[in-house]
């Protein structure tokens, strides 16, 4: 198996090229990301940033505490964060990054990023996309661009969460091959919104922003789905030298988590490792019977299930 390659560049925003500061962009503080500079502009926080001017006590920028609320990273010491609605007004922000290379034309692919809606934040919304684009996107000097993202996410509760990071996937898309850039955000001219009061651990934000539903963004992946994975479905731990373990490569994976199973559905192995191999015994060390035995193999995009015959 290939590599799982993640084909976003500096994919939990960590890469710095200076610490982030209130009356910068994304663009000036990050590695590899951007934003539209004639219109709202994608923010970027770090736990650096300490030179920054204070807000409320606290660094503009700053990690976990910044202008619009408070949040540790999913991943590392930074984020990104931006509006995708600002009430009453039109106003979105995009965030954007050239991938690593280009989709492949007829590959499918995991997509994943996280989000945290701003503690202040007073609305929230229930739709966000993802616009692959061949070239720079640019949003233009537009509010609300007339762009379709071939990827919409959908909260049947809208996106309501400000403590915990809610995770936000598809695995299923089809790349046309020209993928060069993606561009995360609110493509819809006008979202849907929901109203929140002030929960208990409202930080005010500054002039309008807790209008807004303005979400911190970490982690974010793209990464190719293998079509051809091969799992043998027989082996023979007679100790001949001869196909005597069950071998799985799950090498690239970063989360790996095997379980099989005997014929009354009792977990009898388990493994976490990237490389799975099952010698015919159990946990605790007993031989197994002659049989048909069940795995399931879950990573962080897919899962595998099927069933191996042991022959001694
Ligand atoms: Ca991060």
Redesign the pocket.
């Known amino acids: 198996m290939s590599a799982q390659q993640n084909l976003v560049p500096n994919s939990?925003?960590?890469d710095t090229i200076t610490c982030p500061y209130h009356n910068y962009t994304i663009n000036y503080s990050c590695h590899n990301w951007y934003t539209s500079l004639n219109y709202g502009s994608a923010d970027h926080f770090c736990s650096c940033s300490n030179k920054d001017s204070i807000i409320f006590g606290y660094p503009f920028s700053g990690v976990p505490r910044n202008f619009i609320g408070s949040q540790n990273?999913?991943?590392?010491?930074?984020?990104a964060g931006i509006a995708t609605y600002v009430g009453g007004i039109t106003f979105k922000e995009y965030l954007s990054v050239k991938l690593i290379e280009p989709l492949k034309t007829g590959a499918k692919y995991y997509i994943s990023f996280n989000i945290s809606l701003a503690d202040s934040c007073i609305y929230a919304v229930k739709n966000l996309g993802m616009l692959f684009t061949s070239s720079v996107f640019n949003q233009g000097s537009f509010g609300v661009p007339s762009f379709l993202p071939q990827i919409k996410f959908t909260s049947p509760t809208f996106y309501v969460d400000k403590i915990n990071w809610t995770l936000i996937s598809d695995s299923n898309y089809v790349a046309n091959g020209d993928e060069n850039y993606l561009t995360i955000g609110s493509f819809e001219a006008v979202p849907d919104t929901i109203s929140l009061s002030f929960p208990h651990s409202f930080v005010p934000g500054i002039g309008n922003s807790y209008k807004s539903a303005y979400y911190y963004i970490?982690?974010v992946k793209i990464i190719e789905k293998s079509p051809s994975l091969i799992i043998a479905n027989v082996f023979t731990p007679n100790m001949d030298g001869i196909n005597d373990i069950w071998i799985c490569d799950f090498s690239g994976f970063e989360n790996v988590n095997c379980l099989i199973y005997n014929r009354w559905g009792n977990v009898i192995f388990q493994s976490n490792k990237q490389i799975i191999q099952w010698d015919g015994r159990t946990t605790s060390g007993n031989e197994c019977n002659d049989g048909i035995y069940f795995y399931c193999i879950e990573t962080e995009t897919e899962k595998y299930k099927g069933h191996i015959q042991l022959i001694r």
């Open positions: 939990s925003f960590e990273a999913q991943h590392g010491n930074c984020y970490d982690d």
